[in-house]
């Protein structure tokens, strides 16, 4: 496993990384970090594909980010996953506001009860 490749879905290149990717090659080509990750992502990919034993080994999102996290002025690491969170509720959140306005129906995603997982681990 390789932090940074691969994805549970995406069969290919992940395209938040390509958006990231083309925005440092715009914005800070000369950045020692972006160079680093650039030759990891010329560099990686073949030899996963050699190894044969991963299904995605193409650059996920986290492959990119903490590059303009970093240029950017974000040093603290541990906040990287906090960011992502926020990140993630707000496009929740706007995502919520649209349904409101256009008086779309409460969105329920398919869940278990308790009572169905106690089921589903009891038949193994």
Same mark, same amino acid.
Do not use: C
């Given at each position: 496993?390789? @932090?940074?490749?691969?994805?549970?879905?995406?069969?290919?290149?992940? #395209?938040?990384?390509?958006?990231?990717?083309?925005?440092?090659?715009?914005?800070? @080509?000369?950045?020692s970090?972006?160079?680093?990750?650039?030759?990891?992502?010329?560099?990686? @990919?073949?030899?996963?594909?050699?190894?044969g034993?991963?299904?995605?080994p !193409? @650059?996920?999102?986290?492959?990119? /980010?903490?590059v303009?996290?970093?240029?950017?002025?974000?040093?603290?690491?541990?906040?990287?996953?906090?960011?992502f969170?926020?990140?993630?509720?707000?496009?929740?959140?706007?995502?919520?506001? !649209?349904?409101?306005?256009m008086?779309?129906?409460?969105?329920? #995603?398919? /869940?278990?009860?308790?009572?169905?997982?106690?089921?589903?681990?009891?038949?193994?």
């Open positions: 496993v390789i @932090p940074g490749y691969g994805h549970a879905v995406l069969r290919k290149t992940d #395209p938040r990384y390509v958006a990231q990717r083309e925005f440092a090659l715009k914005h800070l @080509p000369q950045d970090m972006f160079k680093l990750v650039s030759t990891i992502y010329k560099v990686v @990919p073949p030899i996963l594909l050699e190894l034993k991963v299904k995605n !193409w @650059p996920n999102v986290d492959a990119h /980010s903490g303009l996290l970093q240029y950017y002025g974000m040093k603290e690491m541990q906040f990287y996953t906090v960011l969170g926020v990140s993630r509720a707000l496009g929740v959140m706007a995502s919520l506001v !649209w349904d409101r306005a008086g779309l129906p409460l969105e329920r #995603p398919k /869940s278990m009860t308790t009572d169905g997982l106690m089921k589903l681990v009891g038949a193994v």
